[in-house]
């Protein structure tokens, strides 16, 4: 039942037009007090952080080394189907770029090569 409401409040919030998804909440909240059933209140909700949760870790994202390498980054992540609104500075890259969506990796940093040689000199 929790899933049901979780779905109904997502499928809201997916619409543009915010006036239509305050009303879908407000009459969600008023059918659970009729049907005595507002504890299930703070599970909806945790249930709704998990799905932006879930969300957040799924979206597309571009990290780069230095922030002077953040357009070519973007563009050249967009030329690979991955396509990210801005990019994230990562300083353990060293140089170049990775950017993910939907478990798709691209890396075009320096840190994987550098690991390599480091593993193969300690072993």
């Not at 005595?36 to 909806?44: E, N, S, T, Y």
């Not at 879930?54 to 230095?66: I, K, N, Y």
């Amino acid at each position: 039942m929790i899933d049901d409401y979780t779905r109904l409040l997502e499928a809201t919030a997916e619409l543009e037009d915010k006036a239509a998804s305050d009303a879908a909440i407000t009459k969600l909240i008023l059918h659970l007090k009729s049907a005595g059933r507002m504890k299930m209140l703070p599970a909806i909700a945790r249930e709704l952080r998990k799905v932006a949760a879930r969300r957040h870790a799924l979206r597309p994202f571009v990290e780069v080394a230095h922030k002077k390498e953040e357009e070519a980054a973007l563009r050249a992540a967009a030329l690979a189907g991955i396509i990210a609104r801005h990019a994230v500075v990562n300083h353990s890259l060293i140089h170049g770029w990775r950017a993910r969506s939907a478990g798709k990796l691209i890396d075009h940093s320096a840190k994987r090569a550098l690991l390599a040689i480091y593993q193969k000199v300690t072993i």
